[in-house]
């Protein structure tokens, strides 16, 4: 299974940019996906995730801001960020799991910084 990431970048603080990440290699329905982030030094964290029936849980920091959504058709997890804030800079991450395989699996991580 891979998982590829892309749409990082730099943005000023208050700008927007959008994540995709698309997963591939299972033969096997998706369940969870979902993006987290990571700052040196720091834990990674959860952003959102989003469940193969629209389930959708985010973390307090990005409720408001960010959207995330997915296509199943093309196994793609989307991440729409709003009102960016130079705390938003990190290494962000999708994950997605197999339920039938009871694994999970990370993307290879994109960087974002959001300058003030």
């Known amino acids: 299974v891979q998982l590829q990431a892309s749409g990082g970048g730099l943005v000023q603080a208050g700008g927007s940019l959008r994540l995709s990440c698309a997963a591939s290699g299972s033969i096997f329905s998706f369940g969870v996906m979902g993006w987290y982030r990571q700052t040196p030094g720091n834990q990674r964290e959860l952003v959102a995730t989003?469940?193969?029936?629209?389930?959708?849980t985010y973390s307090e920091s990005v409720k408001g801001r960010f959207t995330v959504s997915r296509d199943h058709a093309k196994n793609t997890v989307f991440l729409q960020m709003n009102s960016l804030k130079p705390e938003d800079t990190a290494v962000y991450y999708c994950?997605?799991?197999?339920?039938?395989?009871?694994?999970?699996?990370w993307g290879q991580g994109t960087q974002l910084t959001v300058s003030s």
């Open positions: 994950n997605a799991d197999v339920p039938a395989w009871g694994s999970q699996y």
């Open positions: 989003i469940t193969r029936d629209g389930k959708i």
